[in-house]
């Protein structure tokens, strides 16, 4: 069964990356999400999806430049919508207690690091999130992904336990896709749509991986790669593929 992966929450809806598009997601008939981990300067971890804090907050500048302190004051939701002004960025204890609370299994995207600071901050990023995916409920399922094998490396000499996944950006699954899976010990092949092939998911799936494909808002097309045997589809529309749970009748 394909499963449905909440894309940085329900992020049709409200803003990404924040408790506005995390907490809706419970109302849901649905077991996965996706987020992203990112580093300040000053080595703390960060949910946010750019290099850079200009797209959704109302600060500028690349997250690995900026100290805590200085953007945890950040307006994460006004890009959005007025209504989500009290918006705020989420860190990783944010993270690990809301999957604490929700038992909802996570795929956690680790972003590359920017900057001249950029290979020491990855090692710092990598020391500081091993023990926090550590800490989370064994029955929780998770998956660690990246578009950047360093990252992956990196990650995986601290922590072989864990499931990888390595990210490959559109048009760029090319014929040595599995030398850098092989590398990264990963379980998992993520693909954006337009490589999701039935060529491709075959051969991908006939080497003993999994794949899932990224991001997919249109339902004829989520419809079409579980025909084809996709193991998960990353989308914003989570809600509108699953059902809205019924909530129980009081006695």
Request: glycine share 4%; net charge negative; hydrophobic share 45%.
């Amino acid at each position: 069964m394909t499963k449905i992966i909440a894309h940085r929450g329900l992020s049709a809806i409200a803003p990404e990356n924040t408790f506005y598009s995390f907490n809706p997601m419970v109302d849901y008939d649905l077991d996965w999400f996706e987020t992203d981990v990112s580093i300040t300067a000053d080595g703390e971890l960060v949910l946010l999806h750019d290099d850079r804090l200009d797209r959704t907050t109302d600060h500028n500048g690349e997250i690995s430049a900026q100290l805590f302190d200085d953007i945890i004051d950040a307006d994460a939701g006004s890009w959005f919508g007025p209504e989500f002004a009290q918006a705020s960025l989420l860190t990783m204890d944010d993270l690990t207690q809301f999957v604490s609370q929700t038992g909802m299994n996570l795929n956690l995207e680790l972003k590359g690091i920017t900057g001249p600071n950029c290979s020491a901050l990855a090692d710092q990023l990598v020391a500081k999130l091993v023990p926090y995916l550590r800490n989370i409920n064994s029955q929780v399922n998770l998956i660690i992904s990246s578009f950047s094998p360093i990252m992956l490396l990196k990650l995986h000499a601290a922590a072989p336990e864990l499931a990888y996944a390595v990210l490959y950006d559109e048009h760029q699954f090319l014929d040595d896709w599995q030398l850098i899976a092989d590398a990264c010990d990963a379980q998992y092949i993520h693909l954006d749509q337009v490589d999701a092939t039935p060529e491709n998911i075959n051969a991908i799936h006939a080497r003993g991986f999994q794949v899932n494909v990224y991001t997919v808002n249109d339902i004829e097309t989520v419809n079409y790669l579980t025909t084809l045997g996709v193991d998960g589809v990353f989308t914003d529309v989570a809600h509108q593929l699953v059902a809205r749970k019924v909530p129980a009748m009081a006695m």
